[in-house]
């Protein structure tokens, strides 16, 4: 009985074989009217007809040839068909019971014809039997094959896909830069993902000053776009940098209304649907609009497109993309964020930084600050330039430690604190300390929460009478002092470049450290260069071979300050400052004997008549002798409270300026005060005489004593008039 089987079925696949066309379209119709949905596919639909051909011819030759099912190899358009299932993101269930499904149309087929070749009921009902073993073996054996092809694309897929996340993960956000950050979206969306990526973001999300009201439509900012191939003479829709709008009906709009992703598929003739979120030419045939949401907030539009003969996008890759967009959200609502805080601490620690020059006649004086390029933020530099009593000068630079709004914020206090104590005339190391304790309270008030609050400050004192000049350090870097070349070189002769030495007291906030004073003598013309060690800093170079390089650039060229602060941040300032760089370069002038005048007193009341004479004569000397009744006065008061209630050395001197100073130095250190005289009191109205015919007065003290002085304002004529003696002078 198996022989006569055995050449029933071969005499039955022989007869079949020159309809296999016909068996194959059976076939087809068959399983397209009962599993209609993988067709609608073209590739898969015109690769399915092929692969059902071949698998007729297969089990035909199992039947004829009598072979073991279960040892045919697969086709190789079984495996690319399983391949294509996998990429469009189709179920193996589904290729499976398509299989199942034409295996029945072929056997239905074979076993109608076995009547027509034997009329053996028992012959046909073993020829059904064997058919229906072999066609099961063939299919098991069929769909082992294809199970295996599908899962490896599958898992190849996933690995691409894993692969793409973790590229979005490392190539995503490595700036603080919005629109950088933009285009690193567009440029992973389109590495073997998508076609086409643009990249809108809300004109209101970026805060552009020239942002326009609320309105319907949402105007975005066009920030990235990539198309692949990666062609610069291609035209898109809209330009990187427009600002536009997509239509209220448009699913682009609906997508950034509701904040729900968007899957669309559409051909050439729908793409015209949202023109100016299409691909170039404006024809696509899937795309992804996903809203860029970080922390509640909707920041604007992220579009995939994919063109040509790449499969349309799935729900797994919507899943991929929805996971991409949401880190380059984040990373842009960082950068957005860290754009806003820094623009607002920049603007916050520029307004706060002296925006003009000081008028004063002891020092000609230029400053530079550069924010940092790195993405901690804007730093707590500041300098300053403070007039004080006696024609002196105050040169102030500081650093406070940390970055942004609160280290502005923080350095502004600072800068007041130190004003306030330069108006009460202190000595460089009392000056620290009382902002030392100024650090230490702020520390107390902000709490543990706020961080640690600290500074480095650098406070000089100069004095153009006696080209003195008075320095302390709270942990600050210590100035250059650049000597001028001597008068037989000429301006192009060699200049020493010095670095003082003198201890480096703590930084600020840290208490009960001492702060230490040093005095020098500085020639005229001599530069005073101050900076914070962001200029001395960087990642390529060592401190010691950058103070050189500080060396080797004051050395040479111009003293003009102006000159000397580009020369520096050329040859000093990275390419990327890690740090904010704050920059005062002073150059130091000196009164001549003519526009000063001293006297030592001795410690007798008799003393005053003299003394007021002196300034007389002091006056008419310097033409202006109009100035003479207040200026005795002045004068008299001044030197009655230092003998009466001063010490021995006495000395009155006179400062002609922009001003009129008079100045009286005692050795006692006792502070007068002003108050108002009663009725029948002896004393208690010298000062307040003083106050009423002075600009400002004021006291200050040193190692050997106080110096109580008084300021009278010059008119217009009298300027004219000293500034046209020192020109006669230099003459």
């Known amino acids: 009985m198996r022989a006569d089987v055995d050449a029933l079925l071969c005499r039955l696949a022989q007869g079949l074989r020159p309809r296999t066309d016909e068996s194959v379209e059976a076939m087809l119709r068959y399983t397209h009217s009962r599993l209609p949905e993988p067709w609608g596919y073209e590739e898969i639909a015109a690769l399915a007809a092929e692969e059902t051909s071949g698998h007729v011819v297969a089990f035909l030759d199992v039947l004829e040839h009598g072979l073991d099912a279960t040892e045919v190899a697969a086709s190789p ?3 690319e068909l399983a391949r294509r299932f996998a990429r469009r993101g ?19 087929l074979v076993q109608a014809e076995v009547p027509a070749l034997t009329d053996d009921p028992e012959l046909v009902n073993a020829a059904a039997l064997r058919l229906i073993a072999a066609g099961f ?8 094959h294809i199970v295996a092809a599908y899962q490896e694309e599958r898992d190849r897929r996933l690995q691409r896909r894993l692969i793409l996340t973790n590229e979005a ?33 809300l004109v209101s999300a970026l805060d552009d000053e020239d942002a326009s009201p609320p309105s319907d439509p949402l105007p975005l900012r066009r920030v990235a776009q990539r198309s692949v191939p990666d062609d610069d003479t291609m035209e898109f829709p809209v330009p990187t940098g427009r600002i536009h709008s997509y239509p209220v009906e448009s699913e682009s709009a609906r997508a950034l209304a509701t904040g729900m992703p968007v899957l669309r598929r559409a051909g050439a003739s729908d793409a015209s649907h949202d023109v100016s979120g299409g691909a170039p030419g404006g024809e696509y045939h899937s795309a992804m609009l996903l809203p860029l949401v970080a922390r509640g907030e909707t920041l604007g539009l992220v579009q995939f497109f994919r063109t ?26 960082n950068a957005r964020r860290y754009t806003n805080e820094r623009s607002t601490a920049l603007t916050l620690q520029r307004s706060l930084l002296p925006r003009h020059a000081v008028e004063q006649s002891a020092v000609v004086a230029s400053s530079r600050y550069l924010p940092s390029g790195s993405r901690a933020g804007v730093g707590g530099d500041w300098y300053d330039v403070i007039p004080l009593s006696g024609a002196r000068v105050a040169l102030v630079m500081g650093d406070v430690v940390g970055r942004g709004l609160r280290a502005a914020a923080t350095m502004g206090r600072l800068r007041m604190a130190v004003r306030a104590f330069a108006d009460i005339d202190l000595m460089p190391d009392e000056l620290l300390t009382h902002l030392d304790d100024v650090v230490i309270r702020l520390q107390h008030e902000e709490g543990e929460d706020a961080g640690e609050t600290s500074a480095t400050c650098l406070y000089a004192v100069y004095d153009p009478v006696s080209r003195v000049c008075s320095l302390a350090s709270a942990g600050h870097v210590l100035p250059a002092v650049v000597t001028p070349p001597d008068s037989e070189d000429g301006p192009s002769g060699s200049r020493s470049v010095e670095f003082p030495k003198m201890p480096i007291g703590p930084p600020l906030g840290l208490g009960g450290l001492p702060f230490e004073t040093v005095q020098f003598e500085l020639a005229e013309g001599s530069l005073l260069v101050l900076f914070t060690d962001g200029l001395i800093q960087s990642r390529t170079r060592d401190v010691d071979t950058a103070r050189e390089m500080l060396r080797d650039a004051l050395a040479q060229g111009s003293d003009s300050p102006d000159e000397v602060c580009d020369r520096l941040i050329t040859a000093l300032s990275p390419q990327r400052a890690v740090d904010d760089i704050a920059l005062l370069v002073a150059r130091t002038m000196s009164l001549d004997v003519g526009h000063v005048a001293t006297l030592d007193l001795p410690s007798d009341p008799a003393a005053v008549a003299g003394a007021r004479r002196f300034a007389s004569d002091t006056l008419t ?9 207040t200026t005795e006065l002045i004068v008299s008061e001044l030197v009655t409270n230092a003998i009466r209630y001063g010490r021995s050395p006495m000395r009155l001197r006179m400062i ?27 004393g208690g109205r010298g000062l307040l005489l003083v106050a009423q015919f002075a600009k400002r007065w004021g006291t200050r003290h040193s190692r050997e004593g106080k110096v109580i002085w008084a300021e009278q304002a010059l008119t217009m004529d009298h300027l004219f008039d000293i500034s046209a003696r ?6």
């Open 77 to 79: 358009q079984s495996v």
């Open 726 to 731: 020192r020109r006669r002078t230099h003459d």
């Open 90 to 108: 189709l179920p193996i269930s589904t290729l499976l019971r398509g299989y199942r499904l034409g295996h029945v149309a072929l056997l239905q």
């Open 656 to 682: 002609l300026q922009s001003t009129l100073t008079c100045e009286v130095f005692d050795a006692n250190n006792t502070a007068p005060h002003l108050r108002r005289a009663r009725t029948y009191d002896e």
């Open 308 to 333: 040509g003969s790449s499969a349309p996008f799935d729900e797994d890759d919507l899943l991929l993309a929805q996971e991409i967009s949401v880190r380059a959200a984040v990373s842009i609502d």
């Open 621 to 629: 000397s310097w033409g202006l002798a109009e100035l003479s009744f």
């Open 169 to 201: 993960s490392r190539r995503i956000g490595t700036t603080l830069d919005i629109g950088r950050t933009g285009q690193e979206l567009a440029d992973v969306g389109t590495d073997g993902f998508a076609g086409f990526v643009t990249v809108d973001l």
């Open 137 to 144: 073996a063939y299919v098991d054996h069929s769909s082992a």
